[in-house]
């Protein structure tokens, strides 16, 4: 009684592709796809990136603003 049959999931699965549709789930899966290749590369490069090449790499944004904090005297 706690586990469902394969009928149960099968039911299940045609019910999730007709609320969704094929396409909407097909760009979730490459989309999480995506993002859990892109964790791996992280966690494999570890903290060795090297701060120079971050400030570059966000400075290159169009809709980044670079801004130098003054204090007040």
């Known amino acids: 009684m706690g ?11 045609v019910i999730v592709v007709m609320v969704f549709g094929t396409k909407k ?11 859990v290749k892109g964790f791996k590369d992280g966690m494999k490069d570890g903290g060795t990136a090297d701060p120079q090449q971050v400030g570059n790499a966000t400075r290159q944004d169009a809709n980044t603003v670079d801004v130098d904090a003054k204090t007040k005297s």
């Open 3 to 13: 586990s469902f049959s394969i009928w149960h999931w099968l039911i299940v699965l």
């Open 25 to 35: 789930l097909k760009n979730v899966g490459s989309d999480l796809g995506a993002a």
